[in-house]
């Protein structure tokens, strides 16, 4: 077994929300976004989100297995993200791949998408 997955993702063209560009939107974003690492099985264990005005957003979230993080540019309706998990004591690259298309489908749904995965 490979030791981990990590998925890489340069979004261009992101169609945000206009929710997104409100603290109550970031908030939802927390919200959902922990109910998705719990659901596809991932412990959350502790994030920081920081908001830098319409749809500006650093964040980052540590997992048990590793983390994901996320960087916005409103201007340039671009986002990168990654999503690194660990398959130490179990294969997770399903669950990270699970968590990769839930934020580019539900949250930054862009136009494009230039994809790296990188085998650790």
């Known amino acids: 077994m490979k030791t981990g997955i990590h998925l890489i993702g340069d979004l261009y ?4 929300s206009p929710e997104l560009a409100t603290p109550q939107g970031i ?3 927390k919200k959902n976004l922990s109910r998705k ?3 596809v099985g991932l412990k959350d264990l ?3 989100y920081h908001f830098f005005g ?3 957003i650093t964040a980052v979230v540590c997992l048990a297995e590793s983390h994901i993080s ?3 540019w409103a ?3 671009y986002t990168s993200m990654d999503v690194f998990v660990c398959n130490y004591e179990r294969d997770n690259t399903p669950k990270a791949g699970q968590i990769f298309q839930y934020l ?5 749904k862009p136009q494009k998408i230039k994809q790296q995965t990188l085998e650790r």
Do not use: R
Request: include cysteine; aromatic fraction near 14%.
């Open 13 to 16: 063209d992101c169609a945000y």
């Open 27 to 29: 908030e939802k974003l």
């Open 37 to 39: 690492i719990k659901e």
């Open 46 to 48: 502790g994030e920081v």
């Open 54 to 56: 319409p749809y500006a």
């Open 70 to 72: 996320f960087h916005t």
């Open 75 to 77: 201007d340039e309706k």
């Open 104 to 108: 580019i489908e539900e949250v930054f």
